[in-house]
């Protein structure tokens, strides 16, 4: 067993695992998701790991690891909670990649949770367009009348769409598509749906926050946007866990 493991959920992630293969460091690659797995692709000297652990598989997982890398996305904390945990019981250091955090421009409507950005909704008329994936729909379906006025945006995969409609939304209110999405892509859905809000999270730029913010405002919507938890002290940059990982593996 490879003595680096990395929890590549993200661009990053799966940006750093490229160039672990490139400069000849051999890894252990993990994705949530049979998806997941498949956007790392085949690279030399990672292997891919597909499908979530519980928290005794990731302990046995890591069994043997010098090194762990959580690259999970910004709103992973669980994930990133449970990663720590399994690093420690098995003695191996972890290094947090982190997302470069980018100042909102001014206008945004900033609420600290999806339920937070449910109940601004409730408060506020006119149709949304909800970005903000498929496992916290349920403080949207508290709101009056969110199944004429909400159209939710997950990924094209048959779990993400059966949790919508379980929901309560409609089929004709659901829209499964895989990003990155362009400004324009982006401008002629909120125009089809009608959409006087988008909500999203704050996942910068390679999340494609940018791109929403700008097609909303070029539509006349207003955005709402969940900002991401505290990373705390000590996360890394994607540079800065290349170059820890070049102290430690470099022959």
């Known amino acids: 067993m490879t003595a680096l493991r990395i929890f590549a959920g993200t ?19 993990y994705a949530a998701t049979e998806y997941g797995g498949e956007l790392l692709g ?5 292997e891919v790991h597909a499908g979530r652990l519980d928290e005794a598989d990731m302990e ?11 690259a999970t996305h910004p709103f992973a904390t669980l994930a990133s909670g449970n990663i720590r945990a399994a690093s420690l019981a098995a003695g191996a250091r972890c290094l947090r990649l982190a997302r470069p955090v980018e100042a909102l421009p001014k206008g945004i409507v900033s609420v600290a949770s999806i339920a937070c950005a449910a109940r601004f909704l409730s408060e506020n008329p006119g149709r949304a367009l909800l970005t903000t994936g498929s496992k916290e729909l349920a403080p949207y379906t508290r709101v009056a009348d969110f199944a004429e006025r909400f159209f939710v945006r997950v990924l094209p995969l048959p779990g993400a769409i059966t949790k919508c409609i379980d929901a309560g939304f409609s089929p004709s209110h659901v829209i499964g598509m895989q990003g990155p999405f362009t400004r ?3 401008e002629a859905m909120l125009r089809q749906v009608g959409a006087q809000w988008l909500v999203t999270k704050d ?7 940018a791109e929403k913010l700008a097609s909303a405002r070029n539509v006349g919507a207003r955005c709402i946007v969940v900002t991401r938890p505290a990373e705390g002290g000590g996360a890394l940059s ?3 866990v290349e ?9």
């Open 42 to 46: 085949e690279l030399p000297g990672i």
């Open 60 to 70: 046995r997982e890591l069994s043997g690891a010098r090194i762990v890398v959580d």
């Open 184 to 186: 324009e892509l982006n």
């Open 238 to 240: 994607l540079r800065e």
């Open 11 to 29: 661009t990053e992630g799966r940006l750093l695992c490229e160039w672990a293969s490139g400069v000849g460091i051999p890894a252990r690659a």
């Open 243 to 251: 170059d820890a990982l070049l102290r430690e593996f470099a022959r």
């Open 203 to 209: 996942s910068g730029t390679v999340g494609g926050t």
